[in-house]
């Protein structure tokens, strides 16, 4: 009896302290909370490049048309989170392949987490050198509000290519041509050796 009675007050010190009542991504969100931490929408392609906000809410098809809009021959899109330590050690070996490989390689961030800490990851990877970059944030109203983002993800990931049969964790890393078409993934800590680019 005592060991239940101390696991209940852990239990309700530690809920709140999670924002378990408070935080509005384990609820559902209010309209008053969603326009409080609403993202821009990114609606063109040049809205992307000219970096006019710093974080853009993003669907499937809008990144694809990204991707086949680019510039460049190769378009990696890097699925990656502020809390992943795999995600911190692969930042600057991403970091090396895009210095090496400038004029066929573009590198997209996508955030997966939810919009109340979108602006960590913009932290995260301004930190790394990449702040002249926007952040992309996977739409929650479209992909779900789930706190846990491995559903949002894989709704994400199997819309922009039905044909994905890897498997979804963080860091994800996507390589595209600019014809659209899968070239390769990689998960984890990335070896930068093993990307191949045309």
Same mark, same amino acid.
């Given at each position: 009896m005592r ?30 909370? =969603?326009?409080?931490?609403? %993202? ?10 000219? $970096? $006019? ?39 600057? $070996?991403?970091?090396? %392949? %895009? ?6 390689l573009k ?12 602006? =960590? ?13 926007? %952040? ?44 659209? $078409? ?17």
């Amino acid at each position: 009896m005592r060991t239940i009675i101390i696991k209940i007050c852990l239990l309700a010190l530690f809920l709140p302290s999670c924002g378990y009542w408070l935080n509005p991504r384990y609820v559902k969100m209010s309209k008053k909370i =969603r326009q409080e931490y609403a %993202l821009p929408a990114l609606k063109s392609i040049d809205e992307y490049y000219s $970096k $006019k906000e710093k974080i853009y809410s993003i669907n499937a098809s809008k990144l694809r048309e990204l991707i086949l809009e680019s510039k460049h021959t190769n378009i990696l899109i890097a699925f990656t989170a502020n809390w992943c330590s795999p995600c911190h050690k692969s930042m600057p $070996k991403i970091k090396s %392949l %895009l210095e090496e490989n400038k004029d066929k390689l573009k590198i997209v961030f996508i955030s997966s987490i939810d919009w109340l800490e979108v602006n =960590r990851d913009r932290l995260f990877i301004d930190k790394y050198g990449f702040d002249d970059q926007a %952040l992309l944030c996977i739409d929650l109203y479209e992909y779900g509000t789930e706190y846990m983002n491995w559903k949002r993800m894989s709704r994400f990931i199997n819309e922009l290519t039905p044909d994905y049969s890897g498997e979804i964790s963080l860091p994800s890393y996507l390589l595209f041509n600019n014809k659209g $078409k899968l070239v390769s993934h990689y998960h984890s800590n990335i070896n930068v050796n093993s990307v191949k680019l045309k």
